[in-house]
């Protein structure tokens, strides 16, 4: 009995420094993370002040330094204020438009298209909101198909939101002169979200599918349409 107590004790002395030390670390990693906070706060402000800055290139320098957060994991759709800008970027020259002398100034497809692959590789509900927002107003098609490019990459389709505003956009488009590379894009979407949600049950998506397999398309656009459709057979 003595010699289990004197155990004991020994062990509350060899283990008193661990958990000291223990909770030093978590003091310390709570400090970092509150710095590492503010940092991306003041980040996110510079951020924000080129995106609303009316020269193109502060906005494609906004775009870079995003497009560096996203590829070190710095941050995620969680993170609403960066979604907020990217959304007001998305909308640069097209919802959000500058005129001098009734011209318009701030029309920058190239903005709108790198602010929609961004949406699309942070993903979550805001973003794919943002996206969706995109395809009923955009009308350039380079645009137009990085934002169906990037809701197939967030891959959310709840109450088929998504998929009805793709096949909306293909539907609408003039049947004889249709863009192939944005239905291209549209195609790679419906596949992303057929393997994200074990098949799509939208009859939109059936009709816009078959209009691009037997519409106005090249071969090649028209082969992919054939083996989306034949793969949604298989879910």
């Known amino acids: 009995m003595k010699n289990k107590f004197f155990t004991i004790i020994i062990l509350v002395f060899v283990l008193m420094p661990i958990s000291t030390l223990f909770a030093q670390q978590q003091s310390n990693d709570k400090e970092t993370t509150v710095e590492e906070l503010f940092l991306q706060s003041i980040e996110l402000t510079v951020i ?13 320098d906004a775009l870079e330094a995003i497009e560096e957060m996203i590829g070190e994991g710095r ?16 909308m640069e020259g097209n919802g959000t438009q500058m005129r001098e002398s009734g011209l318009l100034i701030n029309n920058f497809p190239e903005v709108r298209r790198r602010s929609c692959e961004s949406l699309g590789k942070l993903g979550g509900e805001s973003a794919k909101a943002s996206l969706i927002n995109v395809l009923l107003t955009e009308e350039e098609p380079m645009v137009l198909a990085e934002a169906a490019y990037g809701l197939g990459t967030i ?3 709840k109450d088929n939101q998504v998929t009805q505003a793709l096949a909306y956009s293909i539907l609408g488009q003039n049947i004889m002169t249709p863009d192939n590379n944005y239905a291209f894009a549209v195609l790679l979407a419906f596949e992303k979200i057929a ?9 939109s998506a059936i009709r816009a599918l078959i209009r691009i397999q037997n519409g106005n398309y090249i071969k090649t656009v028209q082969r992919k349409a054939k083996s989306v459709i034949d793969k949604l057979r298989t879910f």
């Not at 924000?48 to 494609?60: C, F, I, V």
């Not at 393997?195 to 009859?203: A, F, K, V």
């Open 48 to 60: 924000g002040e080129m995106a609303t800055n009316t020269s193109r290139d502060a906005k494609l």
């Open 75 to 90: 941050t995620s759709g969680n993170d609403q204020d960066l979604v907020s800008i990217l959304e007001y970027l998305s």
């Open 155 to 157: 891959g959310i389709n």
């Open 195 to 203: 393997e994200s949600n074990n098949g799509i049950d939208d009859p």
